[in-house]
């Protein structure tokens, strides 16, 4: 037995102690339990992960659902793909629940943030760890869930509430698909459980699958954040910054690429639907980068970059290499989840501030901050060693050997990604501090999280996750192409040269440059309107449609207007009929003569008639 | 056989149902209302007993007992109402007698 639960009932017992009793807690308490929680659950993860060999762990707990043919249970299994996500999730997790300490320590509601943390740890464990579909599925809706909570977490904010009712709804839009798919498994395979339906997959038509995988992918399209249904994230931007460090960068948002490639027997036997996410992949990382390029709000800047990387993510699943997909997670989660938390040191020391355009000059001021946050940017950009250099170019590299152009469209995007990350850099760290407030470095609580992460960004390369997934995704021996891995190492470079150029050597060109650009400014600045397409498109439509239809037609019309009408008929009637009731008994000895007189006269009738 | 035909006695009962009627209708006071129904009720009871006597059955006989048995509950009810209302009016005219209505 290896107690696979116990990895994720560990925070879920964090999130019940701390959600009842937390509000009689000390801040110390509540540290405690949220975080040891969360720690032992990694100890408890990578002592599983350790024990594991080459095949998987699988446990049955008990039946959830049993309906005619159909089964459903209580599975949990551990095999190497899971491995890595258990171990991403519960070490990133923990340091940034210990950041957290040091981000919140002055905020109202600090049991209620670790109650929803824990929550969401447990949720997104179920999610890695669940053996079929529904329970999958059961973690999928539960991050959702504690992402719309923390999204609105500052409740009194209008904007924070309306971002997470925004991230809510529009992950409705893929949750339907992934519904519709679970569906059409049970249909055509008769069970969700992961072993059997890949098993299975092999003797299903084509037609079926590529059904299946299309679906699938509507909802990781949603979950992960990709055109068209990206618009949820950059808002989701409203939470605290942890909360945007793990859910909204490392954790809850690859849960599409996770699941994406947890079906790759499904989509290796659909090649439509593996190309359609290549494409969709590709062209969410170059819009969502051209989109970060003209930021000015830091966290919206790493956002963009958040959903251009998940879409590098996507394309190296659709050009069939899953474990590139697997491994630019790992290591994105890595320094994405450190430019996330340097950005909120940055916002701390700045007492809130989160505009670029109030910042500069805080390489001396706050230097940890600062040397962290250049590891994740030196390692976003792909400069090796660097971590992110090895995970982007196997995407690359993979993308060459699918088709070429894709690989060149990657390449551009990666000389885009060093661009506005680099930006970010410079405007907030070098030049002149244009801001108002004091900056002060952030307590050690912050800073030794950021230094964790910072190692990881610069060795995390050297996981050679493709070497340890071998044997679940076989992947054709790529040949080293050195080539390749030059020009997109250089448009890294030229990137961040760019911006040197751009930001510190000339500090005016940036602006005439946007200024030259006019109107592909606006568009950019302004992310290609798809905000106010939508609101004109669909929100418009529907808020106006219920309130002329349903409001004002159905239910004032139709429904009100059939109990008034009900009402005021009876009483119409009455009004008249009351009128026989007149009191004088020579008018009612009337009508008795009338009435009998009618009913001989009928019978009469009747009897004439037989 | 002997003695008058049926049909005079039902003309004679339904004269006297007719006279029964517009008493009721077209009489003001209570007292003679009364009186009305009571000339109604007896005009039925002669064409029960004549039709009684015709048929050579005892149905009819029967039935008028009946109804002189309901005549007489019914004076014992309608007398004890119309005393009480003059108690309370201190009027019998039937028009007067309409507080009961809408």
Redesign the interface.
Known sequence: MHRLWLISALPFAGFLINGIFGRRFSKGVVNAIAIGSVLLSFVWALKTVLGLGEDRIFEHYFNWIVAGGLQVGCDFAVDRLTAVMLLVVTGVGSLIHIYSIGYMAHEGGYYRFFAYMNLFMFFMLTLVLAANYLLLFVGWEGVGLCSYLLIGFWFHKKSATDAGNKAFIVNRIGDFGFSLAMLMIVVSFGTLDFGRVFQAAATKPEAVLATIAMLLLVGACGKSAQFPLYVWLPDAMEGPTPVSALIHAATMVTAGVYMVARSFPIYLRAPAALEMVAYMGLFTAAFAATIGLAQNDIKKVFAYSTVSQLGYMFLGAGTGAFSAGIYHLMTHAFFKALLFLGAGSVIHALSGEQDMRNMGGLRKKIPVTFWTLMMAAISISGVPPFAGFFSKDAILVAAYQHAPWMYWVGTITAGLTAFYVFRAMFLTFFGEYRGHEHPHESPKVITIPLAVLAVLSVVGGFIRIPVWLEKIFPTAEAPENFSLVAISVAAGLIGIGIAYIMYIAKPGLADSVSSSLGGLYRLVYNKYFVDEIYDAAVVKPLVSGSRVVLWRGVDAGLIDGAVNGVGSTSQGLGGWLKLFQSGNIRSYATWVLFGSIILLLTLGLIGAVR | MSGPPLNWYLILSAVLFALG?AG??FRKSIIT?FMSIELMLNAVNLSFVAFSYQLKQVNGHVFAFFVMVVAAAEAAVGLAIILTVFKNRETLN??Q??????
């Open positions: 009627v009721f209708l209302i039937v028009d007698v309409n507080s009961m209505k809408y």
